[in-house]
């Protein structure tokens, strides 16, 4: 008996799951080069935006896309944790960091929404298997700990060193998004967001001061 189109379109998506942790420690391992573990990251404090509208048209995602999601996603919300923390500290403390970081906020809320959107219309599940593992770029709750018990006046130049590995990182993730990426809605995506990033960059660079992280392009 001829087997059912739905059957195989499952089957898939679970081995695409699979491939997913492989693409994703391949990933870690040319990144980082390193097996430390430290706390997962922490979640935006922040109200969570609206859901992403499900696109009506099924997109589909291979092992790359699906492992480019799964990491981007609780990087993303690294920072948001990151950038809602600092809002506890002093009004005094640096405006120009203040600024870009409000608009970082806003643009990474807007990529969650497109990211967990790509999910949906992809019937992928959203899977945290990045929990417990340090990874490049990504803020932990270990860093934000850092920041909270550093003097006010250290506080922009750890927070701005964090973004910087942040934003640098998620450059080089989009690059290897639109190379070996199957899907060419979310290559396209990638291709937005890398370039964001590196207006971010620059921006964050351009700070009288802005500190640089060794290693990062």
């Known amino acids: 008996m001829a087997e059912r189109p739905g059957s195989r379109v499952r089957a898939g998506r679970m081995v695409g799951v699979g491939v997913t942790v492989v693409a994703t420690a391949l990933a870690v391992g040319l990144t980082n080069g390193g097996g430390r573990t430290e706390p997962a990251p922490v979640a935006s404090s922040a109200t969570t935006p609206p859901a992403a509208a499900v696109s009506t048209v099924p997109v589909v995602l291979n092992g790359t896309d699906d492992a480019f999601i ?14 809602d923390q600092l809002d506890t500290r002093p009004a005094n403390a640096d405006p120009s960091l203040r600024a870009l970081l409000g608009e970082l906020r806003a643009a990474h809320q807007a990529e969650l929404r497109d990211l967990r959107g790509l999910l949906a219309a992809g019937n992928v599940p959203e899977l945290n298997i990045h929990a417990g593992h340090q990874m490049p770029g990504m803020v932990t709750e270990a860093s934000l700990a850092e920041v909270r018990a550093a003097p006010d006046v250290e506080v922009p130049s750890r927070a701005a060193a964090l973004i910087r590995a942040h934003l640098a990182q998620t450059v080089v993730l989009c690059r290897g998004e639109q190379t070996a990426g199957g899907s060419p809605e979310l290559k396209a995506l990638a291709g937005r967001i890398q370039q ?3 207006a971010e960059l620059s921006a964050l660079d351009n700070r009288l001061g802005a500190p640089t992280v060794s290693g990062q392009q």
């Not at 799964?70 to 950038?83: C, D, K, R, S, V």
Request: no cysteine.
């Open 70 to 83: 799964q990491l981007l996603i609780p990087m993303n919300e690294g920072a948001l944790a990151l950038i």
């Open 196 to 198: 964001a990033r590196t």
